[in-house]
């Protein structure tokens, strides 16, 4: 029984040694982009294009991060619209998709059902279905080159999907708090605000930051509402339509790479801080209708 018992042991510990080696491996491979891309980011403009392989700067130029967003470039100017874009968004839709999914998930109307399957049916519809219509819509409006496509809308709850999690979410909580709050005579608009809501933080912290990511690395959105050359642009724009200037190559490499890490690391920082609540987020509980 022992002879089993340490040969199964030793089994275990192979097999877990074996495990650690390959996730080890593979964690080399996927994190070796992006520490080249932070090497680069350090290295001046001709060692980015030199031709010998390097993968550390002989001196490291933190300055270039300085230089980055300096007065007139056009990286700080897309990095404020990127921000006031994922300011505004992180705010509004998950206020807005909350509403809705409360009307859907708490009170009684004539036509409920069908409108959220209709709303549901919206999801199944490719973006670039829509695109035609919406981009005829804005130019009516005298939106096009301006960041009201990536604003306005959103007061209609962002989309389908943020308004079908949360109502999800909201069906979970128990009818008896609602019914306590209606006898005490709390009107809809309360009990949505003061009780519904704040139980529904792991979902709007999901939403938040899947808004968050969605608006911070967009490049199609600015690329199709925002083509003048006097249109505002996003940090997202501002990267990669650099990369492909003519001599982008020999032409601030350095930068480029800089522009990179500051795209990447808003949205890894918002992983590490709230993973917990994301998985929270995804739980969902009560599924009925």
């Keep these: 029984m022992s002879m089993t018992s340490s040969s199964a042991k030793r089994k275990r510990i192979i097999t877990n040694t074996l495990l650690y080696i ?3 491996v593979l964690a080399i491979i996927l994190l070796f982009p992006y520490f ?10 001709q060692e980015v294009i030199d031709p010998t392989i390097r993968f550390l700067p002989s001196k490291p ?60 049916g919206t999801m199944m519809l490719p973006g670039v279905v829509t695109q035609l219509s919406l981009y ?12 009201y496509p990536f604003t306005i809308p959103n007061f209609f709850g962002g989309g389908a999907i943020y308004i079908f999690l949360i109502r999800q979410f909201m069906l979970g909580i128990p009818r008896d708090m609602d019914n306590a709050a209606k006898i005490d005579g709390a009107s809809a608009l309360r009990r949505y605000w003061n009780i519904v809501l704040p ?25 199709v509402y925002m083509r003048a050359s006097n249109a ?7 990267v990669f339509e650099s990369s492909m200037e003519e001599n982008a190559a020999s032409y601030n490499a350095n930068m480029r790479m800089c522009g990179g890490v500051v795209m990447s690391l808003a949205p890894a920082i918002l992983f590490a801080i709230f993973q917990k609540q994301l998985i929270d987020g995804v739980v969902m509980t009560g599924l009925k209708d």
Aim: charged letters at 5%; glycine letters at 6%; a positive charge.
């Design 22 to 24: 390959l996730m080890t």
């Design 36 to 45: 080249y891309m932070v090497s680069k980011s350090l290295m001046t403009s």
């Design 61 to 120: 130029q933190f300055s270039n991060y300085v230089k980055l967003f300096a007065s007139g470039s056009g990286y700080s100017s897309g990095l404020l619209h990127t921000m006031i874009i994922v300011g505004f968004n992180c705010i509004v839709i998950p206020l807005s998709a909350s509403f809705i999914a409360f009307s859907f998930a708490k009170l009684n109307w004539v036509g409920k059902n069908f409108m959220f399957a209709a709303m549901l």
């Design 136 to 147: 005829s819509m804005y130019v009516k409006f005298n939106w096009i080159n301006t960041l």
């Design 199 to 223: 139980l529904c933080k792991p979902v709007l912290i999901y939403v938040i930051v899947n808004v968050f990511i969605a608006y911070w690395g967009d490049y199609y959105g600015p690329l």
């Design 232 to 238: 505002p642009k996003t940090m997202a724009q501002v």
